[in-house]
């Protein structure tokens, strides 16, 4: 019903910056929790930052709050992650992911549209 795809990925050098970019298509529900996990080698998903729309609410990882900002274009279905002082350890696919509904969760076992994932790299 809905189709996500993503953008922006690539590989920076410690300390610099990159914008991600998600957009839905296909059949789109007006209330739903739109969002970024990431996966790393030999690590579970983890959750980035996701937003409810439309209201607005958004919630980020404790690994990446003061350096991730998520923005969105409602008119294109979009919504971008802004990722600035990049580390090593930002280095994992990155997958942007859409559930049904008003209520934020932070776990990917309950987000049923998933995107094909653009990796990102930092090096040192």
Do not use: H
């Not at 050098?13 to 957009?23: D, I, Y």
């Not at 996701?50 to 279905?77: E, H, M, Q």
């Amino acid at each position: 019903q809905v189709q996500l795809v993503e953008s922006g990925g690539g590989s920076v050098q410690a300390g610099g910056s990159l914008r991600l970019s998600c957009t839905a298509s296909g059949r789109t529900f007006s209330t739903r929790v739109m969002g970024w996990f990431r996966q790393a080698p030999g690590k579970e998903r983890e959750f980035v930052a996701a937003i409810v729309w439309p209201d607005g609410f958004t919630a980020y990882g404790d690994s990446v709050k003061g350096r991730f900002t998520l923005s969105r274009d409602n008119a294109k279905n979009t919504l971008y992650l802004q990722m600035n002082t990049l580390t090593p350890e930002d280095t994992a696919v990155y997958y942007c992911a859409v559930r049904l509904g008003n209520y934020l969760q932070q776990s990917p076992l309950v987000y049923s549209y998933w995107g094909q994932g653009t990796r990102v790299t930092v090096s040192s």
